[in-house]
């Protein structure tokens, strides 16, 4: 179910449809469609959420399409294990997009902490940005959040920690290739968590980006799906023939560009599958809290 608040959409998904009918009656007298002050707001959306311990916040970013894809994942990797999806509150600014070209960081960062704070308020207990570009300002919009903020970065080095990897080159650290757009790149999170777990990075060359990659995503866009498909699985090669034991597909823009079944990816790693996979074990723990704690909170 979609409301109107203010300039920004929110998704409120599960949680509202399963909240008792007095719980949505009385969610809708209190005028969430657009009236009043923040603060009223923030205190209408938080009652059927604030007792749910595994109630998740979700910050669209730059990217509504990356956090539907989480999204998605999220829900099948749930039913996968029979489960159900976690609740989840979705907040998405369509304006933010609409701006990116011509905004400076401060105005984007103010943006998605005001959506993170929006969503605190609102009863969630752990927060998660679906998207690479909004994680280049992660640490200022992020500063100060009192709950678990999951990080792209941070779950795939965790993965890759867990995974026991064995260097290619005896003698060496294990290197982790990452495959990503310039303003991934030059963000540098990922370079910075892998090193963190005692990894070497290992990044594209110029030449990678500006005439495989690149390309690839132009091609996509102009829906030649099978030249996208080609240019990645070279760019991924060459990673690969640098010694790297895996590739990070490190840019919303490449997700999904590979068949399920495409032997290239047992060598690749999705941070956005990390993502939910992450979130996911946090939800099932919270769950259990709940679960087990008879004093209804």
């Not at 308020?121 to 300002?137: A, F, I, K």
């Not at 005439?211 to 498909?229: C, R, V, Y």
Request: glycine content about 8%; aromatic content about 6%; some cysteine.
């Amino acid at each position: 179910m979609y409301q109107n608040l203010g300039s920004s959409q929110f998704l409120i998904c599960r949680m509202f449809l399963q909240a008792d009918k007095e719980s949505r009656s009385s969610l809708l007298s209190r005028g969430i469609s657009g009236a009043g002050s923040s603060a009223t707001r923030n205190q209408a959306l938080r009652l059927p959420m604030s007792h749910r311990k595994n109630t998740v916040g979700i910050i669209a970013g730059v990217s509504v399409y990356s956090a539907l894809t989480f999204l998605e994942k999220l829900a099948w990797m749930s039913s996968k294990d029979a489960e159900d999806c976690p609740p989840f509150l979705l907040s998405y600014d369509p304006t933010l997009i609409a701006l990116r070209p011509n905004c400076s960081s401060p105005v984007i960062v103010d943006n998605l902490r005001g959506k993170r704070m929006f969503l605190e308020q609102s009863g969630v207990h752990c927060l998660v940005m679906p998207c690479h570009v909004s994680h280049h300002w992660y640490g200022e919009i992020s500063e100060g959040c009192p709950l678990p903020f999951f990080h792209f970065g941070n779950c795939v080095a965790g993965e890759l920690r867990d995974a026991n990897l064995k260097p290619i080159v005896g003698g060496t650290a294990v290197r982790i290739g990452v495959l990503a757009t310039y303003a991934v790149l030059e963000a540098g999170f990922y370079q910075e968590m892998l090193q963190k777990q005692g990894f070497e990075a290992v990044v594209p060359d110029k030449a990678t980006v500006n005439h495989i990659l690149i390309p690839g995503i132009e091609a996509l866009s102009k829906g030649d799906m099978e030249g996208a498909q080609i240019l990645l699985r070279i760019a991924i090669q060459i990673l690969l023939v640098r010694g790297v034991n895996i590739v990070i597909l490190a840019s919303d823009e490449i997700q999904g560009i590979l068949p399920d079944k495409d032997p290239l990816l047992k060598k690749c790693i999705i941070p956005m599958d990390a993502l939910a996979r992450a979130v996911l074990s946090w939800a099932r723990l919270k769950g259990q809290m709940r679960a087990n704690d008879h004093s209804g909170y």
